[in-house]
């Protein structure tokens, strides 16, 4: 059966907790190495992952492209300007013809149906890099993150400020996997799907829906933000107002616990959802979030490869 990575639910939890165990495992055994230099026992030599791209980026391009360079294999992008998607070819018939030429490959796309569709219609496993419903491959690397500063998943009380977007489906369905609750605060109209907040909760995730930003701080244990206006959208005055409650500064962060971890997926808006002060701060570890994208895409390349 084909191993296509477009929610983490197609991987189910004791693959994600096997995939951070390989991220750890590998991200350890390289300390010190030149970034491009293979893992030791290269497991991917010979792959090529095909990339696509729809949506701008910086984190998914350059992490998928070293992940595969590290795990022996290579990378090749492609965008809609530059190839036949832009003039009109299917989803379907790109799936085929990439299928011929490459080992897998990564959408980071606007509608989550053409994630779908891709792989509907491809051979090869799909990985999806972003799409508007979710946004599974940055939720490894922030698990990743959290259990390295010392939390565990289980138990762990995340608050999530500001809109319910992607990215927050995303936790959610992390949360329903791995165990954990999340407190999430947004104002009225910007709540996050209701299918992803059910499923948290029927399996036994306490998920707190709230208007008030303190209350969903209160007392987490990791604090986790992302832009309010997302690639493609207008940058709406009217949603700005809404969410400037919702900022993450250094008086809210004082109410989570004293250990709390900031993590935003960036690129950030310093001033409008978090304070310089709090990006800047020792509670900060977005640049180690940022890293861990190449140890998480790595560990995911590998279980659609079934080799974890």
Known sequence: MMRHFLDLSDAGGDAVAAMINDAQDRKGARADWPKGQPDSDAPLAGHVLGMIFEKNSTRTRVSFDIAMRQLG???LILDSGTS??????SIADTARVLSRMVDAIM???DDHEKALEMARHASVPVINGLTDRSHPCQIVADLLTVIEHGKELPGLELAWLGDGNNVLHSVLEAAALMKFNVRIGTPKGYEPEVEFVEMARAAGSIVTLTNDAEEAIAGADVVVTDTWV????DHAREKLAAMAPFQVSQRLMSG??????FLHCLPAHVGDEV?????EGPQSVVFDEAENRIHAQKS???WCFDKI
């Open 73 to 75: 294999g290579s990378a």
């Open 84 to 89: 036949q998607l832009g003039r009109g070819e």
């Open 107 to 109: 959408i980071r796309t």
């Open 230 to 233: 997302s690639m493609g959208q």
């Open 256 to 261: 989570a616990k004293p250990d709390a971890k």
């Open 275 to 279: 304070t310089e002060e709090v990006f």
């Open 300 to 302: 995911v390349l590998l």
